[in-house]
């Protein structure tokens, strides 16, 4: 079964640091971009960051640069987000999602569509 | 930075056409993909590439994109359709989301 759990989410202080998790299962993870997207309460879906297959290439939205950071490591197939100097507005639910490349009877294209998500974590930013 | 408009809410009756119109600057130029999430769950994919469905996605769904508005249609709603419903697209590398929409089968 293609499988995405994540872990690691918990309640911090603002200011502080948090490392989520998310292993993959049932699909060769080193073939897939990988992203995050969070969602805080009652509010909508936002992305993240994303990560190529060999980690080589990383993008990630203007309001997480410079504090969160990507990464995976194939040989654990596991997706990571370091997430430093966190303020309350970062509190929300973390799901990690596969993207599938668009197809045409010709050519692929990334960035493609997240198939597969997690079931999420929860991160809570609080004094 | 780039924005998909959703309209906060739609209601439609069991058995009828519900539309879903998600609405950004020259839009049919960028695939778009739908989302479904029920209250306390994961998003699931419904719509890729403007209008394909994945595997296990009722046929009742179906998607259209062209100049700035894509659609999602729901022919024959159901009341498990009820949800949260989100369009995205890709622009420069990063993925927009719209602000979702409620569904509502009444």
């Known amino acids: 079964e293609v499988q995405l759990v994540e872990s690691g989410g918990d309640w911090v202080q603002p200011g502080g640091s948090l490392r989520l998790s998310c292993a993959a299962s049932g699909f060769m993870f080193s073939d897939y971009w990988m992203s995050w997207v969070r969602q805080a309460p009652g509010k909508g879906l936002e992305w993240v960051a994303n990560?190529?297959?060999?980690?080589?290439?990383?993008n990630d939205v203007d309001s997480v640069k410079g504090r969160f950071t990507i990464s995976r490591d194939n040989a654990k197939n596991s997706l990571y987000l370091q997430m430093d100097s966190l303020s309350a507005e970062d509190t929300a639910v973390y799901f990690c999602a596969r993207e599938k490349a668009y197809c045409t009877s010709t050519s692929c294209y990334l960035p493609g569509a997240f198939d597969i998500w997690g079931q999420g974590t929860l991160v809570t930013v609080s004094s | 930075s780039y924005e998909l408009t959703q309209p906060p809410s739609v209601s439609v009756s069991p058995g009828q056409t519900a539309t879903i119109t998600c609405s950004g600057d020259k839009l049919g130029d960028r695939y778009v993909c739908w989302f479904q999430q029920k209250p306390g769950q994961s998003p699931v994919l419904v719509i890729f590439q403007d209008n394909k469905r994945p595997s296990g996605v009722p046929e009742r769904f179906s998607g259209s994109n062209s100049g700035n508005t894509a659609t999602l249609t729901i022919s024959g709603t159901q009341a498990m359709d009820e949800a949260d419903y989100y369009c995205?697209?890709?622009?420069?590398?990063?993925?927009?989301f719209g602000g979702g929409t409620r569904l509502t089968v009444l």
């Open positions: 990560i190529k297959e060999d980690g080589s290439e990383k």
């Open positions: 995205q697209a890709w622009d420069s590398g990063t993925a927009v």
